[in-house]
T-cell receptor, first 110, second 114 residues
Framework: GQQLNQSPQSMFIQEGEDVSMNCTSSSIFNTWLWYKQDPGEGPVLLIALYKAGELTSNGRLTAQFGITRKDSFLNISASIPSDVGIYFCAGREGNEKLTFGTGTRLTIIP | EAGVAQSPRYKIIEKRQSVAFWCNPISGHATLYWYQQILGQGPKLLIQFQNNGVVDDSQLPKDRFSAERLKGVDSTLKIQPAKLEDSAVYLC????????????FGPGTRLTVL
């Protein structure tokens, strides 16, 4: 099945730095979602986007629904240790099933 | 509110053996999903139930995988016989209805096939 391409695959940053990651698709989506997965746990929804161009924040997290409807972006400001994990984007076209991205693994260097 | 429960958390079997996973969704959630997450990849939907009916099983390898949700509450996913490439984490998720984007995931069952 199709998977979305996420970039970068992994990031190594220092605490306090800002983080940017993106997700691209060959298909148009009308819903973009961002999830975080901690080791040994299932993904947890962070932000949901429903309109092209929409910019939504959740605390230090900000996500954007790309104008082309084929991409989305997630930014984390002033990273803290608990931000460590794998971030997944997911897209949905109409009432179709969610398609998940390949994930971006975030590591914070002490 | 209790989350999605799954058991077992870990399972190691040999190829050609059978295995079953159990999921109890959040109370009142009509929609239940089973995902397969291979190491280094995102979750891939195997099957989606709306109450006790199947909505989407287009990516379920039906020659070896089966799932049921007989009473519209808990669900089991079975693999018979298992292959090496079935090694993965099997995640169960639930949502209030089909149109709700917030799917609540369980901790998953990590399956290793030797």
């Amino acid at each position: 099945g199709q998977q979305l391409n996420q970039s970068p695959q992994s990031m190594f940053i220092q605490e306090g730095e800002d983080v940017s990651m993106n997700c691209t698709s060959s298909s148009i989506f009308n819903t973009w979602l961002w999830y975080k997965q901690d080791p040994g746990e299932g993904p947890v929804l962070l932000i949901a986007l429903y309109k092209a161009g929409e910019l939504t924040s959740n605390g230090r997290l900000t996500a954007q629904f790309g104008i082309t409807r084929k991409d989305s972006f997630l930014n984390i400001s002033a990273s803290i240790p608990s931000d460590v994990g794998i971030y997944f984007c997911a897209g949905r076209e109409g009432n179709e099933k969610l398609t998940f991205g390949t994930g971006t693994r975030l590591t914070i260097i002490p | 509110e209790a989350g999605v429960a799954q058991s077992p958390r870990y399972k190691i079997i040999e190829k050609r053996q059978s295995v079953a996973f159990w999921c109890n969704p959040i109370s009142g959630h009509a929609t239940l999903y089973w995902y397969q997450q291979i190491l280094g990849q995102g979750p891939k939907l195997l099957i989606q139930f709306q109450n006790n009916g199947v909505v989407d099983d287009s990516q379920l390898p039906k020659d070896r995988f089966s799932a049921e949700r007989l009473k519209g509450v808990d669900s089991t996913l079975k693999i018979q016989p298992a292959k090496l490439e079935d090694s993965a984490v099997y995640l169960c998720a639930s949502s209030l209805t089909r149109s709700h984007d917030e799917q609540f995931f369980g901790p998953g069952t990590r399956l290793t096939v030797l």
